[in-house]
């Protein structure tokens, strides 16, 4: 099976844009979550999707939200960027269990 | 709170030594816990785990233990080698056997000394 996609990999943005970054799951999987990794605060949770439904919410503002498709494929975005938003945006998917498998990641820039 | 304490942060050891890392857990319904191993430039990979129901789990030169009790589990990684170098992390769930919200610990840079 293919693994998690994620596209883009590479983006840069200037504050106050938004920006829409894109996970595809594992074939099968109907769980994605999404994690923002920088270096000072290692892998923070985001959200996570199950059947389109948000499950659960991590800690972040409202400028953070996402969405899951019928297909399983999952979108976040982020509406005016701020400099501090520029980290590693990783998604993950599962079947139904904790066991979890990650993407390459989107390294996001903001400048 | 939600909490996964991970230590040490860095470590670094003499090639076929042994490392060990330790992290602790708040939930104390946590029953599940990954260790995931991140390389320079790379996603993060799950290399082992272990459910609260078994207290160890080997597989070749890594091994995971729990201690429920105590709320903590280790990875040990015997006979080092220099492809054991990367950033390990620990991580417990929050919501009871569902990917709904895994904590991860802050992470632990191994280094293997050649």
């Known amino acids: 099976k293919a693994g998690v996609t994620q596209t883009p990999r590479y983006l840069i943005k200037t504050r106050g844009q938004q920006v829409t970054l894109s996970c595809s799951p594992i074939s099968g999987h109907r769980s994605v979550s999404w994690y923002q990794q920088t270096p000072g605060q290692g892998l923070q949770f985001l959200f996570e999707?199950?059947?389109?439904?948000?499950?659960n919410k991590g800690n972040f503002p409202g400028r953070f939200s996402g969405r899951q498709f019928s297909n399983s494929r999952s979108e976040m975005n982020v509406s005016t960027l701020e400099l501090g938003d520029s980290a590693l945006y990783l998604c993950?998917?599962?079947?139904?269990?904790?066991?979890?498998?990650f993407g390459p990641g989107t390294r996001l820039t903001v400048t | 709170g939600e909490n996964v304490e991970q230590h040490p942060s860095t470590l670094s050891v003499q090639e076929g030594d042994s490392a060990v890392i330790k992290c602790t857990y708040s939930?104390?319904?946590?029953?599940?816990f990954p260790w995931y191993k991140q390389e320079l430039g790379k996603r993060p990979q799950l290399i082992i785990d272990i459910r609260s129901n078994v207290g160890e789990k080997k597989d070749q030169r890594i091994a995971v233990t729990l201690n429920k009790t105590a709320k903590h589990f280790s990875l040990h990684i015997t006979e080092t080698q220099p492809e054991d170098s990367a950033v390990y992390f620990c991580a417990a769930p929050f919501t009871y056997s569902s990917a709904s919200k895994i904590i991860f610990g802050s992470g632990t840079r191994l280094s293997i000394r050649p």
């Open positions: 939930d104390s319904a946590s029953n599940y």
């Open positions: 999707y199950f059947s389109e439904t948000q499950r």
């Open positions: 993950a998917s599962s079947l139904n269990g904790p066991e979890q498998y």
